[in-house]
């Protein structure tokens, strides 16, 4: 089995790092991408702290999260470096976050549509070589994310398969997360 | 006993409401202020999601909720009128809430100084002829909130004592009202 | 309005308290009898500590707190005083506890046969002259509770009209109760 | 490094199952083992759910979840299999559960005293050669558990070395197994 490689980041600005960080850098490691947008309630109820979880959880040596600000809607009110810095701050967020280029031509970020995000909170899961191993929307659960995890982390292939991408028809955030309208 | 008459909310927009709104016209009715900011986590997780609670369980002819979005930290990441517009939004708030006037020379908006708050969430129960009855700071319980909310209703002296407002200037406010300061 | 006079409570032991209590001996305050069976969910999960945050938010001058074990389902298990203590010191149940009086002909004992019980857990209220005001099955919320116990407290009617009673169809307990099939 | 053999379950009776079950018989596997008891609060409310969580998450080909009823207080409350039985329909735990051989001259049983737990709840994970790759009491996090299953599955070593097994008796157990006592 085949798997996709994942696009680089592009992105605009980065917080909580002193230095622009890209994917293929971190090559070697497992990388967990949380995509969200300090708007978003379920971004900010389970997506972040879990996220917070995972850091607290695993080595840095073996498994690197990585926040990305992928901002696709109230752009006036949470795109700006001097609101996601605030919100970082306040929600005592310690990891690298992303902020997502923006389009020229759209409201969907760019890294967003590279990967085709359905909305946020997203995870991603890249394996030590680069390839995308899970890519899911909503809520996530640690138990299964754990084991998830730790395959990518003993360098095999997941036991269980990763869950396919629900097709969401929903035109605004719930509990769980908000969708690309 | 004698309680402080509630000084009138000095506010520079409203939202949620096709008018403004002051306490002087809802008097009769039982109001539960909400003074809250956006990035504060503390307002999200329980103090916001308890004001809806009220409105949920009490008649609005007895009991009205507003908010207070009083920003007196990152104003450039809260401060705006769209930033908060798009929070109501996605977190589903429903009940009027207006903007706490910024003051002139100093940080901390006008009705938050005026009622001497001391940061969010701030919770304000304030009674049927325009007394403050409570002012608290931080988490409350809804048990004892339910209990103090009917007591006003039936405007009756509450059994349990309302809380004394804690920091409240003795120099601003007298035992007939709280001028604006 | 008229309401009905609360039946006395079928008692066959009380554990917590150094003597046995009768309703009309408590009359003048505010009684809530918490209704449970010790294997019910939701009587662990959500009954049981409201009653207790009631006892800590209530002054006992105004309201005093009783449990009722109603066991009417797997009596062997549950029907012995000595699982019942055990029960309650785990739980750390401090208020008195009565055990509800075995039925002579039947598998329901005999106070929740007077009452009409639906199941456990369930909530009875009483106010100072020994009426019901409020008799529930299932999850009650905190904030209304609370209402409804000031408004006993002070000795006036309900702004709320108590819980119609459910009629359930369900044989088995799910999260929310145990109801007598 | 070398793991501790698991010592065989000694059990007086088996739920939730039409045979008894081994350790032995289920090699091959991944084990769990949740210890628990009844009246035990924290069992209930955290050990048990994370348990049937772990049922749900992986498959019964490669983990197995088992629960050890080890009663050592109590006794004349939850010691009977009718209580425990009531118990297991009331919470619908769906796994096998096995009660715990109480031993002759002592309050500690039989099983619990060969593995040495300090309380309940008590979770130990057994990899597919029959050793015991973690033992802990108390709250465990389902992140953290489910990585560790992962590795086990995997048949490799934890990246995370597994908690060490605090309170085992070295006279009891050696490097090649624990006899049974």
């Known amino acids: 089995m085949k798997y996709k490689l994942a696009p680089e980041l592009q992105t605009s600005h980065w917080l909580n790092t002193e230095t622009?960080?890209?994917?293929?850098?971190?090559?070697?490691?497992?990388?967990?991408?949380?995509?969200f947008q300090m708007l978003c309630p379920g971004c900010v109820s389970h997506g972040l702290p879990q996220a917070q979880r995972v850091v607290e959880t695993f080595s840095r040596d073996e498994v690197v999260v990585l926040g990305l600000h992928t901002v696709f809607e109230h752009h006036d009110a949470q795109g700006s470096?001097?609101?996601?810095?605030?919100?970082?701050?306040?929600?005592?967020i310690s990891f690298p976050v992303a902020i997502d280029s923006p389009s020229s031509n759209g409201r969907?970020?760019?890294?967003?549509?590279?990967?085709?995000?359905?909305?946020?909170?997203?995870?991603?899961?890249?394996?030590?070589?680069?390839?995308?191993?899970?890519?899911?929307?909503?809520?996530?659960?640690?138990?299964?994310?754990?084991?998830?995890?730790?395959?990518?982390?003993?360098?095999?292939q997941p036991a269980n398969v990763p869950d396919a991408p629900?097709?969401?028809?929903?035109?605004?955030?719930?509990?769980?997360?908000?969708?690309?309208?």
């Open 108 to 156: 969907i970020p760019q890294t967003m549509a590279a990967y085709g995000l359905q909305g946020t909170p997203s995870l991603i899961l890249i394996d030590r070589e680069g390839h995308i191993r899970k890519q899911s929307f909503g809520r996530e659960n640690d138990l299964e994310l754990g084991a998830e995890i730790m395959a990518l982390i003993l360098d095999n």
């Open 20 to 35: 622009s960080l890209t994917l293929k850098s971190l090559r070697g490691r497992v990388i967990l991408i949380e995509a």
């Open 166 to 181: 629900d097709v969401l028809d929903k035109n605004r955030c719930d509990d769980d997360g908000c969708p690309i309208s």
């Open 81 to 92: 470096r001097a609101a996601l810095t605030a919100f970082l701050h306040e929600y005592r």
